[in-house]
């Protein structure tokens, strides 16, 4: 019952769940924001019919107790073979809508419904469509063979598995990179204002993803003997540290860029009047500045730090992997969505927000709740605690593990912070459900009287001045409180870093 | 030629070729897919099915 649940939960979450979100965002991305004619709608439909019958015909699988194999599906495991049918039409449904958001480009451009350069957030939602792309293909060269195996119609090498799939499995969390950094932006403008600090430099860092950031699936085949050193150090050090220093680079960014909107607002005032004086109580700010932080000190740190191939023989199969993982996927993306759903909701669907004052502590209870058990896990694992097994102190096995009694804290810590993202979860699907549902619609009355249930970007769009010694004085100073929280968390990465070699010095002794 | 075609060729011609590449997502396709193919997938195919096989002591 265990696995069973453990499938569930990682196929629901790491790929329909957040596949789903980013497709809307290519939708949104696409037609809606260049303002274009969508191709094809009807093929759009079909995608949309592929993808749900897919994931309902997992589930179902899973449920029905055929496809106890985990997320990752490892031969010799095997599943039924709808199982991996019902992935593969999951997979061609996301597949079309890529093509889709491609072709809206195309529609958008010969129409000349934009001038220039397609949009930043544009931009990082087709680094998210072609990273996608390579997700989905590596997804039907693993998961065809697969199907055909599982009806013993082939053979399988357990290592090429291991090797195409991960081309899937990790690469699509790349995906939600690409999204969240989009959605970062998006929410930059929409919340405070925010201004792009150098166009450029972003969309460079954008493209460092698509060219280097799939290359980071190795770190799952770093203890495995298939490969050597030369591919293992290529894939997740000299070439994915690019797509780290794209991460860092849309860290300060963002930020930077939130910064100087408020600043050319009027919130000047010494380092951070420009953090004190924002919008903490608009769950579009608030989820996304959560999101922002838990993804980078937290995810970001322990991402870098655990795909060392040295120091990721310590972390192997520990809770520190879903620990990191935690932090970036559910911390980072899935609260970024959250916060962007909530201008989402007033903007497209046009309802006002339910139950508006459980939607401003919402991002709260989510992204801490999660940092909470991300952080438990994290501990858990640096003492050895397993992941994927349902007794992790081994109780009945004929030997003890020598775990210290501070992992019941740990576990504790774990639970507590899982309840907390547990209960921010189900607030977020109620405030979802109800006010696509059941919402009351956003009029312009409504937005004059400033009515409860609509985000203060929506009710008065930021305002900013572009001329004036304000302006001139902003410009001059920078993003002076960014670049102190950058030096802050260049320290933590650091000291991070440091310790986790003094560890692996102590426990793997030389000579 | 027109003067306005003249125009669009002149300013096309302005854009820096980096920003031309950038607004290509063709291009960027394909160099996402070729640099994920050729050092991940591929490379590492090679070194998987070309392993030597292990002989017993």
């Known amino acids: 019952m265990y696995y069973r649940f453990v499938t569930f939960h990682g196929l629901d979450m790491l790929i329909f769940f957040i596949i789903f979100f980013e497709m809307a965002i290519l939708y949104f991305a696409g037609p809606v924001l260049l303002n274009s004619r969508l191709p094809a709608p009807g093929l759009g439909w079909l995608s949309f019919v592929l993808m749900v019958v897919g994931s309902l015909l997992v589930n179902v699988m899973v449920y029905s107790g055929k496809a106890d194999v985990m997320f990752t599906s490892y031969p010799p495991l095997k599943a039924d073979p709808l ?25 958008a451009r010969k129409n000349k419904t934009y001038e220039g350069s397609i949009p930043l957030v544009v931009f990082g939602a087709l680094t998210a469509c072609i990273i996608a792309i ?34 899937l499995g990790h690469s699509s969390q790349q995906i939600n990179v690409a999204a969240m950094v989009s959605v970062w932006y998006l929410l930059a403008g929409l919340t405070v204002g925010g201004v792009v600090l150098n166009e450029k430099i972003s969309r460079m860092a954008f493209v460092l993803y698509i060219l280097f950031i799939s290359m980071a699936s190795a770190h799952h085949l770093l203890v495995d003997p298939g490969w050597g050193p030369a591919w293992k150090i290529w894939n997740t050090s000299y070439a994915m540290y690019l797509a780290v220093l794209a991460s860092m680079i849309h860290g300060f960014t963002v930020p930077g860029g939130i910064e100087l909107g408020q600043r050319l607002r009027g919130f000047k005032n010494g380092l951070f009047e420009w953090l004190s004086k924002a919008p903490w109580s608009d769950p579009g700010f608030s989820g996304m500045m959560i999101s922002l932080v838990v993804f980078g000190f937290m995810g970001g740190i322990t991402g870098v730090t655990i795909g060392t191939e040295q120091i990721n023989i310590m972390v192997h199969n520990t ?38 004052g459980m939607a401003k502590v919402q991002p709260y209870f989510f992204g801490f709740g999660i940092a909470i058990m991300g952080m438990g896990m994290t501990f858990l694992g640096s003492m050895g605690v397993p992941r994927r097994h349902w007794d992790s102190t081994f109780s009945q096995a ?37 006010t696509v549902f059941f919402g009351k619609p956003v009029t312009a009355d409504s937005i004059k009287n400033g009515e409860s249930g609509i985000p203060q970007g929506v009710l008065k769009l930021p305002a900013q001045s572009y001329t004036g010694a304000n302006v001139e004085q902003v410009h001059k100073e920078g993003a002076k409180g960014t670049v102190v929280l950058a030096f802050v968390f260049l320290v933590c990465f650091v000291l991070y870093y440091f310790v986790n070699w003094k560890m692996l010095a102590s426990i793997w002794k030389v000579g | 030629m027109s003067n306005e075609s003249k125009t669009k060729g ?7 070729i980096g920003q031309k590449m950038l607004d290509s997502p063709f291009l960027l396709l394909t160099a996402g897919i070729v640099v994920m193919f050729v050092f991940y997938t591929l490379w590492g195919l090679y070194e998987v099915l070309f392993l030597p096989k292990g002989t017993l002591p």
């Open chain 1, 83 to 107: 199982y991996y049918l019902g992935i593969i039409l999951f997979a061609v449904g996301a597949l079309i809508v890529c093509i889709l958001f491609l072709a809206s480009l195309a529609v």
């Open chain 1, 134 to 167: 390579i997700t989905l293909l590596h997804g039907a060269l693993i998961f065809i063979p697969t199907l055909l195996w599982s009806m013993d119609l082939m053979p399988m090498d357990a290592e090429v598995y291991r090797l195409m799939f991960w081309g």
């Open chain 1, 319 to 356: 809770l520190r992997v879903p620990g990191h993982f935690h932090v970036t996927v559910v911390g980072g993306t899935a609260l970024a969505f959250m916060a962007v759903s909530y201008y989402v909701f007033p903007l497209i669907f046009r309802k006002r927000v339910a139950f508006w």
């Open chain 1, 398 to 434: 004929p030997f003890q593990p020598p775990f210290p009694d501070t992992i019941n804290l740990f576990q504790a810590v774990m639970g507590i912070g899982g309840l907390l993202a547990a209960a921010g979860a189900l607030m977020f699907i109620t405030i979802a459900v109800v």
């Open chain 2, 10 to 16: 002149e300013k096309s011609d302005l854009i820096p």
